[in-house]
């Protein structure tokens, strides 16, 4: 059983008051005094004697008591409040003295890492990568704008909100999405901070299929590198091989066929420069860039050219960070696929949708048409795959470069509503 400090104390006090009693009885008895006045002497000494000992007793507590209140509201980051001193010198002055400065301290401690927890919940905010935080217990506290793109809602609507209700589960080597869309898209890492004793979660959701996108798109530009270095190499000595030679042609067949090479060579010098399009660098001059006129623009180009074609135009979304003429240039080519697809459908389509809308915290540009879709998805992407008789697999994943330098995404997808069945193409740019 453990000891009690202030029943100990009070026990070692009275027992030496009985033995300061004692003496002094015996001290009174050896001068013969009445019995009586010794009483009295006992007695008056034994409750002076006793009256001092609570009268310590209760300033001792009273001291130690407000240590205790002290310390139970640094514990509770509680600096509201200081003990006053009570004593100028000594160890209890000492102790009191200490207790006030440990409270300084810690004080000045909790101001500089609010500070700084300020400071970092300031940076989180001006991420584009989602950013969440949960608490002990596995709910939503705090999340950063860029939440919106993984939920297209502000994090404030699921405060409070379970991990689980989030589609996220904690497994032994950190966070991770039960959907496989999302974990196929979303890469977590996960990290553990301490805020006023809880322990809180901090997710980061990283992009991969822009990093993806990224290396692949790297590949390719190398590989179109490498490939229209040789053909270049290759093509100019035959066509000009193939002039010299038609010069001193004599025959008329022998002058054709070399005729023929000679186009060749051109067009596959033509076609090679066109495909050194992808490999080259887009550096966008990004500004606000008012998407009615830009829409209206694109649809008055294909009006008088195609008469048959309605192009219907919703502008919701009234503006959106972009370069204008690069963003002009990609509606241009995806219009002109919407109305060639709609040309060689059966039955022919006659519209062309442009629609543009807020999906917080972003800009959606969609280019709708009633071609029938894509005949393949995985592949419509793809660099030099195409499905059209003279194309050359180069203008979609144009586009997808143009979108994704801008920070944005390039979503294709088929549609079928009952009435028309096309494609859909989205242009996802921040606003």
């Not at 060639?340 to 442009?354: D, F, K, L, M």
């Amino acid at each position: 059983m453990k000891a009690n400090f202030e029943h100990n104390l009070h026990w070692h006090l009275a027992l030496l008051g009985f033995v300061v009693v004692a003496l002094l009885i015996l001290l009174l008895w050896q001068q013969a005094l009445p019995w009586w006045q010794v009483a009295l002497i006992a007695g008056g000494t034994s409750g002076l004697l006793w009256r001092l000992q609570k009268r310590c007793l209760k300033q001792l507590t009273r001291i130690f008591s407000r240590a205790h209140w002290q310390l139970e509201a640094m514990l509770q980051a509680d600096f509201s409040q200081q003990i006053r001193p009570h004593f100028s010198s000594g160890q209890v002055a000492a102790f009191e003295q200490q207790l006030i400065t440990l409270g300084e301290q810690l004080h000045q401690q909790k101001s500089r890492y609010n500070s700084q927890i300020f400071v970092i919940y300031q940076l989180i905010d001006k991420l584009n990568t989602p950013i969440l935080v949960f608490t002990e217990d596995s709910c939503l506290s705090y999340a950063n704008q860029a939440f919106e793109s993984l939920y297209r809602q502000h994090w404030r609507h699921y405060k409070g909100a379970t991990a689980l209700s989030l589609g996220l589960k904690e497994v032994h080597q950190g966070w991770q999405f039960i959907s496989h869309a999302q974990a196929a898209r979303w890469q977590l890492h996960s990290s553990y901070f301490y805020e006023q004793g809880a322990r809180h979660s901090l997710l980061v959701a990283l992009d991969i299929t822009k990093a993806l996108r990224q290396k692949e798109l790297a590949a390719w530009q190398q590989l179109i590198r490498v490939i229209s270095h040789e053909i270049r190499n290759s093509l100019t000595p035959v066509s000009s091989l193939a002039q010299s030679l038609a010069e001193r042609a004599t025959s008329a067949r022998e002058q054709q066929a070399l005729s023929v090479i000679e186009q060749r060579c051109q067009h596959l010098q033509h076609f090679v420069a066109r495909y050194g399009e992808i490999s080259k660098a887009i550096e966008p001059q990004i500004q606000k860039t008012p998407l009615g006129p830009l829409c209206t623009s694109v649809r008055d180009l294909f009006t008088s050219q195609y008469p048959t074609q309605h192009i219907e135009l919703d502008c919701q979304a009234r503006q959106c960070d972009s370069d204008p003429h690069l963003l002009e240039q990609v509606l241009i080519n995806l219009v002109k696929n919407a109305i060639e697809a709609n040309q060689t459908a059966s039955p022919a389509g006659h519209r062309v949708s442009i629609r543009s809308y807020y999906l917080s915290p972003q800009v959606v540009i969609e280019v709708a048409d009633e071609g029938g879709g894509f005949a393949n998805l995985d592949n419509v992407l793809t660099p030099f795959y195409s499905t059209k008789a003279d194309g050359q697999g180069i203008g979609l994943t144009f586009s997808q470069h143009v979108i994704e330098c801008h920070d944005g995404q390039f979503e294709v997808a088929n549609v079928n509503d009952g009435e028309r069945s096309g494609a859909v193409i989205k242009l996802i740019l921040p606003s």
